[in-house]
């Protein structure tokens, strides 16, 4: 077995990226504080080729040395918006016909494998939304979410690193829809 060679890879190119469909899918990110995390939702999205990232209240945005460590450059491929509000942001985006989903325990969620995407939304555009790393997702935003996703766990914490959720659920949407075809 043999690595593969970035060239071998065929990655597109920032400007190609910008032009492919993308997922349609939108990551909101409610109060995340650690910049760390933020860049790597950055990177995991330009992984799923995911719509954009809605960055709210105390969210860190680019430029940044921080996100870049993490993203590595995605933080420039993947089309961001900071809005100050996180209840303003969900309902911009409900009112746009996404199905505002949030990704947290609540009374209700539906676990991860079980999730029927068509009980959300019946034209399947998604805005996922992502809380702060000690407090979650604040529940003024959850009032506002067309339902709750929570990611099964057996541990004594049941608690995820907030990004690492996000790897977990973006890779069961791109894995169910895949990119849109052009």
């Known amino acids: 077995m043999k690595k593969i060679t970035n060239q071998e890879l065929g990655r597109p190119t920032a400007e190609e990226f910008a032009r492919m469909a993308k997922m349609p899918v939108v990551v909101v990110l409610d109060n995340v504080r650690s910049a760390n995390n933020v860049g790597a939702f950055f990177r995991t999205g330009d992984a799923f080729g995911i719509e954009r990232i809605v960055l709210c209240g105390i969210t860190a945005t680019p430029p940044s040395r921080d996100i870049h460590k993490s993203a590595l450059g995605a933080e420039l491929t993947v089309a961001w918006e900071y809005e100050a509000d996180t209840v303003t942001a969900v309902e911009r985006l409900a ?4 199905a505002v989903v949030a ?7 539906v676990a991860l494998e079980a999730l029927d995407l068509q009980a959300f939304s019946a034209q399947e555009k998604y805005a996922l939304v992502f809380g702060n790393e000690v407090e979650g997702v604040a529940q003024e935003v959850v009032n506002r979410c067309a339902g709750g996703i929570e990611i099964p766990q057996v541990g004594t914490k049941h608690s995820l690193n907030v990004s690492v959720s996000g790897g977990v659920v973006l890779w069961e949407f791109f894995r169910r829809l895949g990119l849109p075809k052009e």
Request: overall charge negative; hydrophobic content about 35%; charged content about 25%.
């Open 95 to 98: 009112e746009a016909g996404y």
């Open 103 to 109: 990704v947290e325990q609540v009374r209700g969620a």
